[in-house]
């Protein structure tokens, strides 16, 4: 199995709906650009057997979070950590520790993107 | 138990030797911040119950080095994720993965962080 | 009073409609951030004798307005400001004055913040 | 000809439709701001003769997609990479150059920001 | 008067000595990026009268402890700060505060700055 | 030619000592993203035909100026445009543009940046 198809396995497990429409977008544009997100997050780092998945997930929610630049990742990402194990309770508490190191703006508009993608799940909206 | 000394218990489980630098430090110029350390970070989010430790520090270290701006905090929190359980290779992966969400220079001083860490531990720099 | 009580009272008097929806939006995802919000940087800190109110809503305007990833908080606080005593044109002031530490786009999208909350404070948009 | 002249010419060069909303925008609020755009980043700097105009679009477009902070900006810059003699395809290598140095999301949105203006360019947004 | 004179005599009020080094610095290097520095942030900005010299100081202090990548100018404008009338007391209160918007990495490594700055003006280090 | 290869060869020619440090340092705590450094972002990145190495490097200096946190990759690159065939004083035209996008002071820090490169090849320092 090579890096796109090991990228690929593990991306359709945390983002599978996610990762479908962002290489739809690129792919009149930068369709190269959507197979490195493949190959070179999933097939090279996240495919690596030194950390499980959910840690992974926390990690990258944690960053995006932080950085807030970065809101539809975030969004994508707390989505990936919900099919990585965590539980919508961990989610939050990544966010809400957020506060600490990046200020209550970030922690908060991280929250704001948790709430958005919990009310899809549940179908609140569409 | 008030904030304070639950926030002291656990900021001594995590980084005992380099918070009493920290307090040591700020004492003659802004003493109350070095409470509200203690306090905020990890009397009220550290202490929560909704995530471990572990985890806990995974985030933090994830976004100390996908941020970039902050070297000594990182260092703190490399050690503080050491002691609450993560193996030093679940360190560096850790901030591997940043190399996807904030560039490749972010890891790389992550891991130049981690490296001095580990050093200092095994007694090879002071 | 304790440190909620004492928050809830500065923040009433800086943003009293933002924070209500604030506190409405986050009750049922993350109620205890929104306390947070009010105990640490409200409770603690903006109650803290040392600088008057309208210098720690310039102080805040001008972060924002320089980190330039927090558009709702920059116009809460914007908001705050001319709550703390701020004219127009000392916000204005702050905000033209970030073009010189974090760039024109981070000024220029300032301004625009300060124009929404002008327009609303004027009822020229609901 | 002076700083304000030189800059209004090599503008409306560069961005002619984008710098008369953004004069049109800051006129009520900080007219100011609008004269400094001109004179500074334009009438001292892009006018300088040590580097190429396309050149100057190519470090621009590069920096502000790796800040990820100043969308609106980002986009007339592609424009005016594109008025200053860069092809869509060096753009768009730009931007994606920019993964490395600054994470994945930050070159994604930045291609977003692309689309966006190669669209309006051949008329299918408005 | 024109612009750089105008922002020279600010200038030399508010920083003399750290100003004098960094056009030494610039002056075989970039001479015309140190006459920028004099004309556009003093001599047009700082020079405008619709805000205090003091509020104007607070303002940077705030936005470059939030940055946090800018120590040798924050180091610069705290001492900018007390010269244009702020206590130590004060300055010490933006930078905490700061903990609220950025983290608290950013509040305690601009504390540190503050503490270099206040000890070299006692004369404790050289 | 597979893409470590090719990304050596491209790396060698724009940073020969820089990258042989670099390897050397990570070899014994994360040899796997000394390997990704070569594989990505030069096997996969610059090695792209749709834009010159020259614009590259001036893409990656304005980036790394603007960010402000990467100052040892920042050196490395500001070498690496040389190699490419940036005139110094191209260079110090890029890092100046960016007072324009992300402040003062990181344009005055990269300078600084550059002036040491400039001396170190210049064998005045070390």
Avoid: W
Avoid at 10 to 15: A, E, G, T
Avoid at 31 to 40: K, S
Avoid at 59 to 74: F, I, S
């Amino acid at each position: 199995m090579d890096r796109f198809e090991k990228g690929l396995e593990i991306l359709k497990k945390l983002n599978d709906e996610n990762s479908q429409e962002l290489m739809e977008n690129l792919k009149d544009i930068a369709p190269d650009l959507g197979r490195y997100v493949v190959e070179f997050p999933y097939g090279d780092i996240y495919a690596r057997p030194g950390l499980d998945l959910k840690s992974r997930e926390i990690a990258t929610v944690a960053a995006l979070t932080a950085m807030g630049n970065a809101q539809p990742q975030l969004k994508s990402h707390i989505n990936g950590a919900l099919n990585a194990g965590c539980s919508r309770g961990e989610v939050v508490e990544v966010i809400i520790q957020m506060a600490v190191y990046a200020g209550f703006p970030a922690a908060i508009n991280g929250i704001n993107a948790a709430k958005e993608v919990f009310r899809r799940i549940d179908g609140k909206i569409p």
